[in-house]
Structure formats: structure tokens, C-alpha cells
């Protein structure tokens, strides 16, 4: 895989973040198909991904699922803006395999945002980072066809298909997994495969 997935990782200390999920938080493990974050249930922990992969789902008014994010490899997981303010989630996190997580919980957080003003500021440019991420998504989302998605989703990850469902991309990139096929196949008809 070349670069982050979720380019908010690339804006800040995400090492910072790292060490403090590693050295205060617990070794959680969590199987496949398992909640990080319950849709409308406050999320109390932040995760740092020791291995695994997890979707974001949000569920329309009829119950009908949409993966709204994507994560794997090393990152954080958590619903950030309801988790900072103590609301509940308006998306579940999903295991889409086993994982291992380092959590630290809400408390932990607060605390040290209480105590340590470098860290506020640290949680000030994560907010910005993943505002930032989430708006060029939004935007994509009317300024780029289908296609063009698809190819700019795989260009940087050949092998997201490794690690994630035809279903779980195809909804993430907000078309059919009938269009997501046609989109495999005629890209690999481009280049002779």
C-alpha cells in the first residue's frame, strides 16, 4: 500500500497518538463482524490499530447500510467528533476481520486535555486534519465521476480488495457493487488483463 489511507494521518503527530494508545491503553481484540462503536451508544475509547481492518457504517432510514470509511494498516479508530464531545455515535465501527486495538478511553483523553496544553493542541489539529479528510471526500463525492473514484482508489491501494469486501468498497465509494464491477472489469480490459 502506498501512503495513508486516511490522509489525516499524514497532517498530524500521529506518533503522539500512537504512544499514547501503546503505553496507557489496553490490548483489546476483536473478532470479525464485532462493534468498536455502536451506532447511537457514546464511544468511550480511542484505538490505536495494532492489526485489522474496520469499516464506518452509517444506516439510512429503511436500515439500509453505507460504509462511510475505510481503516487498516496502522491508524486510530474512533468517531471522533462524538467521541471529543460525549454524544452518540452516528456511525457504527466495524471489525471486517479480527483485530487488535490499543484503547484508551474518553476519560483518559479528557484528563490529559485538562492537564496538558500541548495536547489540546494536539486534539485541535487532529479535529482540523479530519475535518480536512472528510470534506475532500464530501467534495470528491460531486466532483469526481464514479470511475474516476475507482481508479484514484486503486492507483494508491492495488490491494484494497485484499483486505475489504466488493460490497464494503463499492459502498464506500457510493455506487453498486454491479457498477463496481463494471468498473473492475473494464479497467482490466484496459490494461490486458
Not at 469499516?55 to 470509511?69: F, I, L, N, P
Not at 500541548?118 to 471526500?137: I, K, P, Q, S, W
Request: glycine residues 8%; contains cysteine.
Amino acid at each position: 500500500m502506498t501512503g495513508k489511507f486516511n490522509t489525516y494521518l499524514e497532517q498530524i503527530d500521529f506518533s503522539a497518538w500512537r504512544e499514547l494508545c501503546v503505553s496507557k491503553g489496553t490490548l483489546r481484540r476483536f473478532v470479525r463482524g464485532e462493534e468498536f462503536v455502536s451506532l447511537g451508544k457514546v464511544g468511550r475509547n480511542v484505538g490505536f490499530i495494532k492489526s485489522g481492518t474496520l469499516k464506518y457504517v452509517a444506516r439510512s432510514a429503511d436500515g439500509t447500510e453505507h460504509v462511510v470509511g475505510l481503516v487498516f494498516g496502522e491508524g486510530f479508530v474512533v468517531d471522533w467528533r462524538n467521541f471529543l464531545h460525549g454524544k452518540k455515535a452516528t456511525v457504527a465501527i466495524v471489525a471486517t476481520s479480527d483485530c487488535e486495538i490499543y484503547c484508551i478511553t474518553d476519560k483518559e483523553v479528557k484528563a490529559k486535555m485538562a492537564s496538558d496544553p500541548n495536547f489540546n493542541e494536539m486534539v485541535m489539529h487532529t479535529t482540523e486534519a479530519v475535518y480536512g479528510t472528510l470534506y475532500d471526500r464530501y467534495v470528491d463525492l460531486y466532483v469526481k465521476t464514479p470511475q474516476q473514484r475507482y481508479i484514484e482508489l486503486i492507483s494508491r491501494y492495488p490491494d484494497i480488495f485484499d483486505l475489504f469486501s466488493l460490497k464494503d468498497i463499492a459502498s464506500f465509494l457510493n455506487i453498486t457493487p454491479t457498477h463496481l464491477s463494471r468498473l473492475r472489469n473494464a479497467k482490466h480490459s484496459q490494461v490486458g488483463l
